[in-house]
Structures are given as C-alpha cells and as structure tokens.
C-alpha cells in the first residue's frame, strides 16, 4: 500500500500540502458572492421584509423556527447554508478518497452495497426452549438464514433457573438456557448447517462459545464447519446493559481468551462485536459514541495481542457494532468519520498499514430507544430513516428493533417488517446503487470533518485517563451518559426538542397495538427440566470438569496465562449447568460491584 | 419549613437498564427531595432494608425486564412485614397496559411507562407525600 502521511492537527495547518478541491480562485470569487448573498438577499429574508423577488408567499414570511440549528445529539450547531468554502481544507483524495483505500471514509469495500445480498435476521427469543423453538421454526420457515439468539437475564448473568434472585426473570426478555441439552432442544430440526446464528451473552462467552459448539457435536456438525457470531463484549454491560459479573479486567481476560480460542480454531465465527449501541441509547453523543468505541476496541485489541496474536490474525474479524440514530447526516458523518478516524489510529498504535487491520468492520443496531410507546407505529419512519443513514454511511450490517419494542418483545410480524425495511430501501429505493453517494456533499463532508475531530477529542480522553477499563472504571462513561440523557430528558420536557405523538401533536387517545405476551409457564417447565437434567447426569463427570474450570480460574488469579475455554467446554459437555460454572468462578474472581452514579 | 421528602430509587431483580431510574432520581434532586439510589442487580430484601435504615417516604422501582409483578408482589409484602406500610411505592419503566390493574391492585400507588413526564411524576409524588 501506498506510503501516506497521516494527517495531525499539525501538519493539518500547513495549506501548501493540501489540495483542496477548489481553486483559490474558485473560491475567492466564491467567498465574495457569499458575502453578497448574506448582505443582500438573506438579510432581507430575515428582517422579514418583503421584496418583490421574494412574492412566492402571500402575507408575512414566517420566520426560522430556532434561533439556532444542532445535531441530533446536540454536539454541532448546523450552518444554515454549506458552500465550497466550509470545504475549502478538505483534500478530494487524502480526506475523502476512494472506496476501500485509506482512510476508507468512503467504505471498507469498493463495491459497498452493490455486491450485497442481505440475509433475513431476526434477533429473538423468548421463554423456554419450546416456546423459543417454535418461533425459531417459524423464522426458518419464513426464508431467515441468520438468527439471533436473546437470552433471559439469569442466563445472561450466570445463574440456574432456579436460583432465588431468578424469580419472575426465567425466560422474560430472552429464552432460558442452563445446560447444552436447552439449547439442542431449542434448535432441533432447524437447518443448522445454513443457519449464521449468534447471541448477545457478553459475560458468559466462553460457555456461549461452549454451547454453540456442543450444539455442533450433538447434531454430528463440525463446530468449525458452522457459522456463528459472539458479541463478546463484557464493557457493554458495565456502560448500559448491567449484565456484567467480574470486574472489567476479569471480563477483559475471559473475552480474550474467546477471541484467541475462535481465531485459533474455528475459522467461521465471529470472536467480538465491540458494541456502542448501549453509550448512545444511554445518553453519549455520536461523537462519544465513535470515540469511546475506538477507545475500547484498542484496548480489546491489545489484551488480545498479549497473549502473542498478530492484529492482523483477528482484528479483520471483529467488528464496531455501533447504533444509528434520527439525525441522518449526522450519523452517515458519523460512520464515515469513525471509519477515517480509526484507520489514523490503528496505523499508528499497530505499525501496519495492513487494510484487514485499519478497515473498520461497522454492524448496526439501529436506536431501540428512539422509538416512542406513543403511537408505536410512527417508528416505522424513525427506524427506515435509521436504516437509511446506515446504509449512506456505508456500514456492513444492519439490525432493526421492532416498532413495538418500547411497549414489550416484539410480536412475529413487527419482527418481520424490522427486517424487511433495509431490503425495501436497497432493492425498491436503489439506496445502495452508488458508493457513497454523499461523499462530497458540502455538508456532510464538513460535518464528517468535525466528528472526526470531536470523536478523537473523546478518544483521547479516555486514553489519557488510562483507557476503557480506567473509564468504566472511574465512572466516567456512566457519568457523561448520565449527564447527556437528562439533558435529552429535559430538552424533551420542555418542548425544546420535539418528539411527535410525545411533545408534538399528541394524540388523546392510545393507539391499540397487539402485544406479545410471554409464557406464564416457562419458568416452571424450565427449573422441571433443570432438575431432571442434575438427576440424570454423571455426577462424577461434573465434579471432574467442574474442577478443571477451577484450576484454570485460579492459575489465572495466580498470574499464569492459560485459555479457559477448554475447560468450560468439558463441563459443557458433562451437562454442568451455567450456575455451576460461574458459580465457582464468582467465588475464585469475586463479583464486581458498580459504583451507583447519578 | 417543609420537611423534605425521602425518596429511594431502586432497581430489583437482574434488569441493568438504568438511564430512566437516573433521569427521575435527578428530577426528584432538582424538585428539592432526598434521593438514595440503589445501584443495580437488587433483591427484594435489600431494597426493604435500604428503605428501613433510609427512613424514606417513597420507593421508586424501575423495571424494564417484564417481572414487574413477581418482583412487586414480594416488596410490598416485605414492607407491610416489616411496618412499612406507610411507604408509598410507585414503577417506572415498560409495564404492559393490562399489568397496571394488576400492580395497583397489589397497592402499587402509581405506574410510568416511556415518555412519562417527570414534572408529573414529582408532583404526583408530592400529593402522595403530605408534608407540614
């Protein structure tokens, strides 16, 4: 690859080495019409004077709405014009360039969208394994080649189905799971050879990875021969889904370890999807959210190359798996920038100019928590407009929620239509035709400019406390969170940032909707089988796997490097349950406890 | 001068989703009241015990898994247990409409889903609360 000098703020002030696109002729004679423009024609627009040019209207001219245009999440004021001239510094080829070259604003790919062909996916999951498995069946039947498996709170945290604080949480927001037998009567009969299937448990990822694999052996499929993603991402649950059980630097090791044992062995899974989605839903901003999610994947990166990985041998499997949310420029800015910025900082930290290593790899999950209880189906505009963004910034995957997903798990056919919305923008709306279509935009290359430069702001930060685990750990993520959340809360309260069918034409009365409701049943049937499961099994086969578990677990505390994925698979396959394995390994680690941060 | 109100914002059972319990603890601070905030991942037992030594007037609970009325059910029983009684407990966060009756009927004092307004929630709390 060709040499280029990565551009710092520094060399950022010598103009002679840039090129701009325009001339300064160009935009000498432009800079002059500009000032016309705001002298005469505009600044009579705004004093609300009529001139005869301006007759288009009968009566007064309404004036501008807000004193002052911003962002979405508020970080940029938004110029009410774009011209040549706010892209004056930006270099055609070094700033903005080809697809798939450096610094790949325009894409990881050459070709973007063109070469897509979009899988249906649902992520779903619900109750036990029955009622789970009838839903996954029907997906299947449906044409879904890729699901997505969501687990109920007690699975997701390392506990049975019947442990006291599990009451009332079995099988509620996702399917229970305690033993390898759930999950093989959960995808009996399904297509698993074809399926590209996957899961959202980030601390508990060695025994996911343990559960997909034994899932493998039981139906005689070659776990390597299979296709399935882990998201892998134990810092998720410290900065918004409260899932976690170690501390940081525990969770760190073990996700590593999964990372290491994936790359080594099983070349068709996806080790890590470093999630931001949770940031943002919690209150960062789009530049928070670029900056903390680079932050945190160069220190996954790193606990990774530790243990004597090459970047080059996993990074081009990870992926940022980052949200989309309402303001569509600011977030096709956005995904370009984190694209450009990335590929600056990974040239940098990993001594490479390898593409697989500073290509950023983007999967969405668009904003769940832009999504309104009032009128739910007005989310169906929120969410394509979402979908869109993701798609001009030129992501490698997109996720929908449901739009009923603010008032409970999404039925069948909200699930459905989530899905279907990136292949009506793509085949239908021919979205996807061209790479990039708004490169060069004055806007949004001026915009891209400055969330590149805000997003290393955060970085930076975050880096200069330490990194990620210094700011999970300092509270500094929660905080900032925190502090943009109630911002938004009150920005809403107050009018001041409208939200329809909330603040905005409100409507008196609610919109019936059809709700799926869970099954009242599927924590009884689900301890029943548990039970029978610790019944049958051979108890000495346990004790023995349980055992190693806690070996490694303690050679690790004791400073020794060693994978625990070996051993949590042999209790996997011994049917320990889930709660007997993180049992032990809360006793040989200790639980963190998160600071309670307002 | 009024006495302030005591008000306990807890999260119980093993849902992490906190932004909503912050936003309303933050509100009540800004209305005047005394805010303790539990932190995640709570029993039913801890957040009985953390009202009793807290003193307070009111127990917010926000729950966003769907065992809303598992959870409810035990803390009000545990506080009638222990001779609280007089607690007033309001939910915060994704409750099904036919769930409402159902949690009121227990002696749940008032229900917020989404987009609840948290003026309205503090001056809903402040006609629970009679202070001198």
Not at chain 1, 208 to 218: N, R
Request: proline share 5%; aromatic share 8%.
């Amino acid at each position: 690859m060709e040499k280029k000098k990565v551009k710092t703020k520094k060399t950022a002030g010598k103009r002679a080495k840039k090129k701009s696109t325009y001339g300064r002729e160009v935009l000498e004679k432009f800079s002059s019409e500009h000032n016309r423009w705001e002298e005469g024609p505009l600044k009579e627009r705004l004093c609300g004077e009529i001139k005869p040019q301006f007759k288009t209207y009968s009566g007064i001219l309404p004036a501008e709405t807000k004193t002052e245009f911003r962002t979405g999440s508020g970080e940029f004021i938004i110029n009410r014009v774009y011209t040549p001239l706010d892209v004056a510094d930006i270099d055609p080829l070094d700033d903005i360039g080809l697809p798939g070259q450096y610094p790949y604003t325009r894409g990881r790919d050459p070709v973007g969208f063109r070469a897509f062909r979009w899988p249906l996916s649902f992520y779903t999951g619900y109750g036990s394994s029955e009622d789970a498995h009838e839903r996954y069946r029907a997906l299947c039947a449906a044409g879904s080649t890729e699901l997505s498996l969501a687990f109920d709170l007690p699975t997701q945290i390392g506990f049975d189905s019947d442990h006291p604080i599990a009451e009332g949480e079995v099988g509620k927001v996702g399917l229970a799971l305690d033993t390898s037998a759930d999950l093989q009567r959960v995808m009996e009969g399904l297509p698993l050879a074809n399926l590209h299937i996957g899961t959202v448990g980030n601390c508990i990822s060695p025994w996911v990875l343990a559960m997909f694999y034994t899932l493998g052996e039981a139906n005689r499929l070659d776990p390597r021969q299979m296709r399935v993603w882990l998201q892998n991402d134990p810092f998720k649950e410290y900065t918004g889904r409260g899932t976690f059980i170690f501390s940081p630097q525990v969770a760190l090791d073990l996700a590593s370890d999964v990372v290491e044992y994936v790359c080594k062995y099983l070349p068709q899974w996806d080790p890590q999807y470093n999630c931001t989605t949770t940031m943002r839903w919690g209150g960062s901003t789009a530049a928070q959210e670029a900056g903390f999610g680079i932050a945190n994947l160069i220190c996954y990166i790193e606990a990774v190359q530790r243990k004597g990985i090459k970047p080059e041998d996993f990074v081009p499997r990870l992926n940022l798996h980052m949200t989309a949310d309402n303001d569509l420029f600011e977030e096709v800015a956005k995904f370009r920038a984190v694209r450009r910025l990335w590929a600056k900082i990974a040239r940098e930290r990993f001594k490479t100019d390898d593409p697989r290593v500073i290509a950023l790899r983007i999967t969405v999950f668009t904003a769940a928590h832009k999504l309104t209880a009032q009128e739910p189906l007005n989310n169906l505009i929120r969410t394509t407009i979402q979908v869109l963004a993701s798609i001009l910034g030129g992501v490698e995957n997109i996720h929908v929620p449901a739009y009923d997903e603010a008032l409970a798990l999404p039925t069948f056919e909200s699930t459905r239509v989530a899905n279907l919305t990136k292949h009506i923008l793509n085949d239908e709306c021919f979205v996807g035709s061209t790479v990039d279509p708004l490169g060069g935009s004055y806007y949004l290359e001026s915009l891209t400019n400055q969330l590149e430069e805000r997003a290393r702001y955060w970085y930076d930060k975050v880096e200069a406390m330490g990194g990620a685990i210094a700011a999970i750990e300092k509270g500094f993520y929660l905080q900032e969170m925190s502090e943009g959340m109630y911002r938004y809360q009150k920005e809403v309260e107050s009018g001041k940032r409208p939200v329809i069918g909330v603040n905005k034409f409100v409507l008196e009365k609610e919109v019936p909707i059809k709700i799926f409701k869970g099954n009242p049943e599927a924590e009884r049937r689900q301890i029943e089988r548990l039970n029978k499961v610790r019944l049958e099994r051979d108890q000495v086969k346990v004790a023995s796997a349980l055992a190693k578990v806690r070996r490694v677990a303690e050679a690790k505390t004791a400073g020794r490097e060693e994978n625990i994925v070996p051993s949590i698979l042999e209790a996997v396959r011994a049917h320990a349950t889930v709660g007997e394995i993180f049992g032990l390994l809360r006793e040989v680690f200790g639980e963190y406890r998160q600071p309670a941060i307002l | 001068m009024r006495r302030r109100i005591r008000v306990l914002i807890a999260k119980p059972g093993l849902d992490g989703h906190e932004a909503g319990a912050k936003v309303i603890a933050r509100a009540f601070m800004e209305a005047g009241m005394e805010v303790i905030y539990t932190g995640l991942r709570q029993t039913p037992e801890m957040i009985v015990q953390t009202a009793l030594q807290e003193g307070v007037d009111i127990i917010g609970l926000s729950i966003l898994s769907g065992a809303h009325n598992e959870l409810c059910s035990r803390i009000l029983r545990l506080l009638s247990q222990k001779g609280l009684g007089n607690v007033a407990v309001i939910v915060g966060g994704i409750v099904p409409r036919e769930d409402i009756p159902i949690l009121q009927e227990m002696g749940v004092k008032g229900v917020f889903g989404p987009g609840a307004n948290t003026e309205s929630v503090v001056e809903f709390v402040r006609a629970l609360v009679p202070t001198e």
